[in-house]
Nanobody
């Protein structure tokens, strides 16, 4: 059974930082596209960033480029989303997602088969 377990959400003031973690089973994690998405109330889900765990390549949405960083820990089968310079517009439920393998990662939800339960990030001004 595929499991993605997110942690690390919370509330922070604008300009602050948070780090989200997504722990996966080994089979799900290895050589796969692991993505982060977010959805704010009344808005569509949007991609934040993605990492290919087989080589560490990353890609980010323009809205978070330079502020957010995705990293991986192969020993823990975990990917992280480090969020710096947070803004009120970053407030959303953040989801971790895993693809079905392959080494070309697209930051679009239809390419991801498995999803975590989500973790709330709230940024106050």
């Amino acid at each position: 059974q595929v499991q993605l377990v997110e942690s690390g959400g919370g509330s922070v003031q604008a300009g602050g930082s948070l780090r989200l973690a997504c722990a996966a089973s080994r089979n799900t994690y290895s050589s796969n596209c692991m993505g982060w998405f977010r959805q704010a109330p009344g808005k569509e889900r949007e991609g934040v960033g993605v990492i290919y765990t087989g080589g560490g390549q990353t890609s980010y949405a323009d809205s978070v480029l330079g502020r957010f960083t995705i990293s991986q820990d192969n020993a823990k089968n975990t990917v992280y989303l480090q969020m710096n310079g947070l803004k009120p517009e970053d407030t959303a439920m953040y989801y971790c997602a895993a693809g079905l393998g392959g080494n070309v990662c697209y930051l679009e939800s239809q390419y991801f088969a498995y999803w975590g339960q989500g973790t709330q990030v709230t940024v106050s001004s």
